[in-house]
């Protein structure tokens, strides 16, 4: 079949950068195709995106080689129109893809302006609005739909315009996991039931891995890796030396096969295929007679240990983890796991902050939250998590102060939020908020580092000394202005300047969302070391990985409470609990759960990539 | 305050006139009250607005604006008594021509500001800009103008709470009691509401051309905006309130 999409050596730069932002890509796009575009952030995926959509070259203008075929149209030689009635595009930002105020509007503005005859505007308005299951929002003010459903909407206006193809750039970047699934799972039933192609830019690789039929890596301009997702993830070292993150299963099964277990080739992608996997193992090495199938196994047992595949992989699981780690688990140690890092709680330390009965219910009705009770020692590393709505941020906002509590008391480092004011607060308790845009204020990267310090009151010289510090350890240009920087060096920028201040207590709102993998690991360590030095962290984050890796302790929200409160892993592996807060528990754990119902206990409480790949090993080599 | 301008749901006669012709309304009865001269004709100026609010149940917007409205009339009438020296002085030195032209003023201000009220809460922004394309004639490219500038506010209202959020959590001081400081330190605000606000036009133009903004013609509109029997009768009202400020 013809590629619906054909990007034959396409070079681009915007305006007079000389910096190319696409590099000689070729790729094609068949009809039908399911398209997972991933890369470190600055790789030129957005570029890739607007190139297929024909924003490039029709609204982003510079030199651009080589062509771009859309239905076998050079999109140089027709109009933006044109191609828009091929390709539908979503784009990043979702308030500004929107042009009406009421979803019905919304859904008539590209029917109307196609000139799609009047009489059949009706059948496609239902029609676009059922596949995407939002039938009963048609008259909803779109200001009032959450971000999940705000989404929909604009697929769902694209859709009803029967584009053949689809581009999407990270729609659910803004989303809690079980939203962002929902998006998929439309966009899978689009594509398989509508036959429209799907070409989406993701982060989540989790997602991606599960729902797309192919995946291209990009890295520099350039297209790194094409292929199944099979493919791409079996190169786990290669995506990992670009910026990109495996799925955590399928990260179990390479470094199986790393260590001989199992024969390299198709990773697992999801934790059913893991746990078929693992059971399908450990049921053919057991003492009973061995099936056919052991075949591989068998031969692994002979290589398993001293070869430098398996080093590696040891290794390999281990940095992986995010985590300068105390302990490797060896070889054979196989059980309970230590909690993923030692608080440094000292005993007898009062808390920093301290939540009692805490009520709080906006002005305008909507969102509450009730009864919280909680304290944060200094040290510990709390994580926050819950669906969208759950009343994780108004939980943060009463913290830091920018909310009075309606009944109960807040007291952040000895001071009652309600008698001590927000800028008070502020000396004591430093927020990263998830857009870096919203704190950065100043002309260069030097004085934003240094300007929570001198209204802290530290004197300007002082302040100055320590943010350039602070900074130049950070590798930022101190002079440029931080609004020229990349989104995840900005991010950097606002993470500096609340290092700078020491904080007893950090607070941080999805301090992941929007940046790679390389540019998250590098923000959670530096919140790691600061715990470590004995600031209490909050975080509030959806990555339920990042979670697992990072806090020891988790606040579970559901409804504007706190639904549980305790170890990490813990509450990871009660799934009554994860069902009543909707959440889905990191895949590690869930894996470990499965197969310690099916295999063995002793994958019970397991949550790191390393200790089920050397339980299974264990397991396989002594029974 | 932005919600002030919000959409009212409902049924009533107000909803379902065509939306030029309650925009015709609004204007003769602010063209009206400004050409009216006695106080008796603004009196029922006003009571016809008010009336007409709360026939079509949005007198809660219309109460949130006469919060902000009342007080600075208050002071318009105050000054106008205090410093009008015409006529017979009524109390120390308040004449009574300035208590009268206090009343005027005070009484102009609100029937000036009112009528709009009524008229853009029954109205979608959608239906105004679509009606003003068809029977106006405004080239449509200024209706699209007119509505997205609209609907930016709140979400330029929510962008810019959310800088003051963060700032405020940084410690900057604006929950200072002094409003001069708390001005001076809103100023560098501006630059990040800037920076995000041009992205943010460029994206849309953007998302408005890839669905075929520029094809779009006056008859592309699915939904008609017909001027129906009661918009006749309602714009014979309008020449008769402007009839009706002119003679007295």
Do not use: W
């Not at chain 1, 995010?322 to 070889?331: F, V």
């Not at chain 1, 952040?412 to 308790?429: F, K, P």
């Not at chain 1, 290092?499 to 790679?516: A, H, N, Q, R």
């Amino acid at each position: 079949m013809d590629p619906i999409i054909r990007i034959d050596h396409v070079s681009f730069s915007y305006g007079e950068a000389s910096a190319r932002a696409l590099d000689d890509v070729t790729l094609s796009v068949s009809p039908g195709d399911f398209l997972g575009i991933i890369g470190p952030s600055g790789a030129g995926k957005t570029t890739l995106a607007s190139a297929m959509s024909g924003a490039i070259p029709h609204h982003y203008t510079g030199p651009l080689f080589g062509s771009v075929l859309v239905d076998g149209k050079d999109t140089c030689a027709v109009t933006l129109t044109d191609i828009s009635q091929v390709v539908g595009s979503v784009l990043q930002d979702i308030d500004t893809q929107m042009v009406a105020s009421v979803v019905e509007d919304e859904m008539l503005f590209g029917l109307e302006n196609f000139g799609v005859p009047h009489s059949q505007i009706e059948e496609r308005v239902i029609d676009a609005l059922e596949t995407v299951g939002i039938a009963d929002l048609r008259e909803r003010d779109i200001a009032t739909l959450s971000g999940g459903q705000k989404q929909k909407v604009a697929i769902a206006a694209i859709l009803a315009l029967r584009p053949r193809v689809l581009v999407l750039d990270e729609p659910t970047a803004a989303l809690d996991p079980a939203s962002s699934r929902m998006v998929f799972e439309t966009l899978r039933s689009i594509n398989r039931e509508l036959g429209v192609t799907v070409v989406i830019i993701e982060q989540k690789v989790a997602l991606l891995s599960e729902y797309a039929s192919r995946i291209a890596v990009m890295q520099g301009g350039r297209i790194a890796l094409e292929g199944t997702p099979s493919e791409v993830f079996s190169h786990s070292a290669e995506l990992r030396s670009i910026g990109v993150d495996s799925p955590r299963v399928t990260r179990i099964s390479n470094s199986l096969a790393a260590r001989g277990l199992i024969e390299a080739g198709e990773p697992c992608l999801n934790v059913r295929e893991a746990s078929l996997l693992i059971q399908n193992l450990c049921k053919a090495s057991s003492p009973a007679p061995r099936a056919a199938a052991t075949a591989g196994a068998d031969r692994a047992i002979a290589t398993a240990h001293a070869t430098a595949g398996a080093d590696r992989a040891a290794a390999d699981a281990h940095a992986t983890a995010g985590a300068d780690r105390s302990t490797i688990a060896s070889p054979g140690e196989c059980g309970m796991a230590e909690s993923p890092r030692r608080p440094a709680v000292k005993p007898g330390a009062s808390p920093v902050v301290r939540l009692r009965d805490v009520t709080y219910t906006y002005p305008g009705g909507g969102a509450s939250v009730r009864h919280l009770n909680l304290e944060v020692y200094p040290g510990e590393f709390v994580g926050l998590v819950g669906q969208n709505g759950a009343g994780k941020t108004t939980a943060t906002k009463l913290v830091n102060g920018l909310l009075k509590p309606s009944s109960g008391t807040v007291e952040v480092a000895g001071l009652d939020t309600r008698t001590a004011r927000t800028s008070q607060i502020a000396r004591h308790a430093a927020t990263l908020f998830q857009n870096p845009d919203h704190q950065i204020c100043r002309d260069t990267v030097l004085d934003e580092v240094a300007f929570g310090l001198e209204l802290g009151g530290v004197d300007a010289e002082t302040a100055r000394e320590r943010a350039r510090a602070v900074a130049e350890d950070f590798g930022l240009p101190l002079g440029e202005v931080p609004f020229s920087l990349s989104r995840g060096q900005r991010q950097m920028v606002a993470l500096a300047s609340v290092v700078v201040l020491e904080p007893e207590l950090v607070i941080l709102d999805e301090p992941t969302s929007g940046l790679d993998y390389r540019e998250c690991m590098t923000v959670m360590e530096t919140v790691r070391r600061m715990a470590d030095r004995g600031s209490a962290v909050i975080m509030v984050c959806h990555d339920m990985e990042v979670v697992s890796d990072f806090a020891e302790r988790l606040v579970v929200m559901a409804d504007g409470e706190i639904a549980a409160a305790g170890p990490t892993h813990d509450l990871f592996a009660d799934e009554s609990l994860m069902k009543r807060a909707s959440m889905r528990p990191p895949q590690v754990v869930e894996l470990a759960n499965e197969l310690a119902h099916t295999v063995s206990p002793r994958f019970l409480g397991l949550y790191e990539v390393l200790d089920v790949v050397s339980c299974t090993e264990e397991l396989v080599l002594h029974g | 305050m932005v919600n002030v301008i919000d959409y009212v749901p409902g049924t009533t006669l107000l909803h379902r006139l065509n939306p030029v012709t309650k925009i015709a309304l609004a204007v003769a009865l602010i063209a009206s009250s400004l050409t009216a001269d006695s106080p008796i004709v603004l009196v029922s100026l006003l009571a016809l607005t008010l009336a007409a609010s709360a026939y079509a149940h949005v007198m809660r917007q219309v109460r949130s604006f006469l919060k902000l409205l009342i007080p600075l009339s208050i002071i318009m009438f105050v000054m106008q008594a205090i410093f009008v020296r015409s006529g017979t002085p009524v109390f120390l030195s308040i004449t009574n021509e300035g208590l009268m032209l206090g009343l005027m003023v005070c009484l102009r201000l609100l029937c000036l500001a009112l009528p709009l009220i009524p008229a853009l809460v029954t109205t979608k922004l959608t239906d105004l800009a679509n009606a003003c394309v068809e029977v106006l004639h405004v080239p449509y490219q200024y209706a699209f103008t007119f509505t997205t500038a609209l609907r930016f506010v709140p979400v330029f209202s929510q962008e810019m709470n959310a800088i003051m959020e963060a700032q405020t959590a940084r410690g900057v001081e604006y929950d200072t009691p002094n409003p001069l400081k708390k001005l001076r330190l809103m100023l560098p605000l501006c630059i990040p509401l800037l920076i995000s606000s041009v992205g943010k036009t460029d994206a849309t133009a953007l998302a408005a051309e890839q669905r075929g903004f520029y094809l779009r013609t006056r008859a592309s509109a699915y939904k008609r905006y017909p001027l129906a029997g009661r918009d006749i009768a309602a714009l014979a009202l309008c020449v008769g309130l402007i009839v009706l400020g002119i003679a007295y």
